[in-house]
């Protein structure tokens, strides 16, 4: 009787453990990575429909989720910056944590991809680190983590 009691608690102990090691392994998998795409054109990052970014429209990306932001070279073959050249550049606080490729009409898009709070960072900024036409409209799109 005892034996089985004591295989019981046990079998108890290890169960509690791999709960233990479980529960944080699940919360972490169940943060569903996040892709979000922005488009770059001359007046500045826009959300897909549109919308300009700017400190009223601020990107929120939730904390702990991995983040991959597609930049889309945007701009209209009307104008001239159609010719143009974007290369987007990703901030904390602490430094630039990514850098796209050049994204123009040939090379229409790519992603900068990071941890979303990774090292307590609660924002991001983005910018365009080339000389282009509209330049001052791409030197700040605000990444918040919420
Ligand atoms: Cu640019």
Not at 53 to 65: C, E, H, Q, S, T
Request: hydrophobic share 45%.
């Amino acid at each position: 009787m005892r034996t089985i009691t004591t295989r019981i608690m046990a079998l108890c102990t290890v169960l509690a453990f791999i709960g233990m090691m479980a529960a944080p392994l699940a919360t972490f998998a169940g943060i569903t990575p996040v892709e979000i795409k922005i488009r770059v054109t001359e007046k500045g990052f826009l959300d897909e429909k549109g919308k300009p970014y700017n400190a009223k429209n601020v990107l929120r990306i939730p904390n702990g989720a991995r983040v991959t932001i597609t930049f889309v070279f945007s701009e209209e073959l009307t104008s001239l910056a159609a010719g143009d050249t974007h290369q987007v550049a990703v901030k904390s606080d602490k430094g630039v944590i990514g850098e796209t490729e050049k994204i123009w009409i040939m090379n229409r898009q790519a992603s900068v991809t990071f941890h979303a709070g990774e090292q307590g960072q609660t924002r991001y900024r983005a910018y365009c680190v080339l000389d282009c036409i509209g330049m001052e409209h791409l030197t700040n799109l605000l990444i918040e983590v919420v």
